[in-house]
């Protein structure tokens, strides 16, 4: 049976090789067929880790034995551990769910707050985030990596808050960035500073307080008075 299993890896392994010519820089993908495989089987083997042990005890080698790849191809393709991370945030930011049209801005922002509750509060999601939360703050990579999966949440989530100042909901100019922000840091201040339940009502809190600043326009403009701030 073992012998089985290491002819399995040796051709996966082979496969790999010729579908890979040359280092992947960490974080980027390949379209299609086995480096598509590859990928996927790696990743999830790479979220399961984070989750059951945390950034720290990411291992390569268990990695490559969890996917059931070769581990030189884990090596050659995503370098480290923190080649893993980066890779895995890119892709979460790739698979997250589209934004809500609930047909208000109070009710797509109560989404989101609850869509940001129930990751955190997953068990399984919840100790990913923690983990990569954890590598983002000792490895600027990661930090670099975690900061762009933020990003590209958010300028998924932009168009509510523009719906929301066509609709005449809140002033013009409001920063949809700004906004979002404000609904879901309450959330992550008590996931990761305090560790205080995350309930509903936290969230819903977290809305109202977000949504009243928005209507008295604490967020409009906010974009030209960080620029007039910015030294000649």
């Known amino acids: 049976m073992s012998r089985t299993v290491a002819e399995s ?4 392994e082979q496969e790999t090789r010729l579908s890979e010519s ?3 820089t960490p974080g980027t993908t390949r379209p299609g067929g086995r480096t598509a495989k590859v990928r ?3 990743l999830d083997a790479t979220l399961e880790a ?24 884990v090596y050659r393709r995503w370098g480290s551990p923190v080649g893993l991370v980066t890779d895995l945030l890119h892709d979460m930011a790739e698979q997250s769910l589209p934004a809500s049209d609930t047909g ?17 509060t997953d068990p399984r999601m919840g100790a990913v985030f923690r983990a990569v939360i954890a590598a983002a703050a000792c490895d600027e990579e990661c930090a670099r990596a975690l900061a762009g999966f933020y990003r590209t949440r958010l300028a998924e989530w932009a168009p509510v808050v523009t719906r929301g100042t066509a609709r005449g909901e809140i002033p013009a100019g409001t920063d949809p960035l700004e906004l979002l922000r404000a609904v879901s840091a309450p959330l992550y201040y008590r996931f990761t500073v305090t560790r205080e339940e995350l309930d509903a009502a936290v969230a819903e809190r977290a809305v109202t307080a977000a949504l009243a600043a928005a209507r008295d326009g604490v967020f409009a403009g906010a974009r030209d008075e960080a620029r007039s701030a910015l030294p000649e």
């Open 40 to 42: 996927r089987a790696v």
């Open 104 to 120: 208000s801005l109070a009710g797509d922002l109560r989404a989101n707050a609850e869509l940001v509750r129930t990751t955190l």
């Open 22 to 24: 040359r280092p992947a």
């Open 9 to 12: 890896m040796a051709l996966m």
């Open 50 to 73: 984070l989750a059951e042990t945390g950034f720290h005890a990411l291992n390569m080698d268990r990695i490559a034995a969890g996917a059931g790849v070769g581990k030189t191809t």
